[in-house]
């Protein structure tokens, strides 16, 4: 069956340092990947989306890996601020269209002070 | 402007109740979304409407009717509520990729 998972419910880190957070997906051939952020009591806020035919995306402190071969993502939060304290959400498309996009269950990362 | 806005915020009724909520996005896309999120957070996609008419039906118990009056509005009505379905249901919209979520309705069946 298709599966998605990111590798912890919670990540830990100290301000200043980089964030990693991993998505892999089974079963899949997706066209693309998105990662979301989503504070407590809203709802999920676009960050990234990357291509099968990227290897690497970023934007600002921001940078997402795509290996469709491991069939895994990595997301990096450099120079990580309390700020982005919050549960970040990697998101399939298997359709091409984002109209069956499927998500993760999340990783809630909290950045120490 | 709130691109995707969903009402009410708070849902709180009894086992056997109707409920619905409501959706609309200004953004001008096609396709709109609804998803819920359960307890441990999963993000489980429910419908997709592309142009008022219905392009994905998950899993879904036929108690759950979504109506599209337009493409700018997508609501979600519920018969005969189920302890089960509490919930925060999340409505979306997006075109090329990219999702645009509402704040969510969080609804608890007593």
């Known amino acids: 069956s298709q599966k998605i998972e990111q590798n912890s419910e919670a990540l830990n880190i100290q301000e200043g340092k980089t964030a990693t957070l991993t998505c892999n997906y089974t079963n899949y051939s997706p066209a693309y990947l998105q990662w979301y952020r989503q504070d407590p009591g809203r709802g999920p806020v676009f960050l990234l989306l990357i291509r099968e035919n990227e290897k690497e995306k970023r934007k600002e402190r921001l940078k997402v890996t795509f290996d469709t071969t491991l069939k895994q993502s990595l997301f990096h939060i450099t120079a990580s601020q309390p700020a982005d304290s919050a549960t970040y959400l990697c998101a399939l498309d298997i359709s091409g269209s984002a109209r069956q996009l499927t998500f993760g269950s999340g990783t809630q990362l909290t950045v120490l002070p | 402007d709130t691109a995707v806005s969903q009402t009410p915020k708070y849902l709180v009724t009894q086992m056997g109740n109707d409920k619905s909520i409501k959706c609309e996005q200004n953004?001008?896309?096609?396709?709109m979304y609804w998803y819920k999120q359960d307890s441990k957070k999963f993000l489980k996609i429910m419908f997709s409407?592309?142009?008022?008419?219905?392009?994905i039906n998950e899993t879904v118990p036929n108690r759950f009717s979504p109506k599209s009056p337009d493409k700018a509005h997508l609501n979600l009505h519920i018969n005969s509520l189920e302890l089960g379905d509490s919930a925060v249901y999340f409505c979306?919209?997006?075109?090329?990729?990219?999702?645009?979520f509402g704040e969510g309705s969080r609804l608890t069946v007593l």
């Open positions: 953004l001008g896309h096609d396709t």
């Open positions: 979306a919209s997006g075109e090329a990729g990219e999702l645009f």
């Open positions: 409407y592309n142009n008022k008419e219905l392009i």
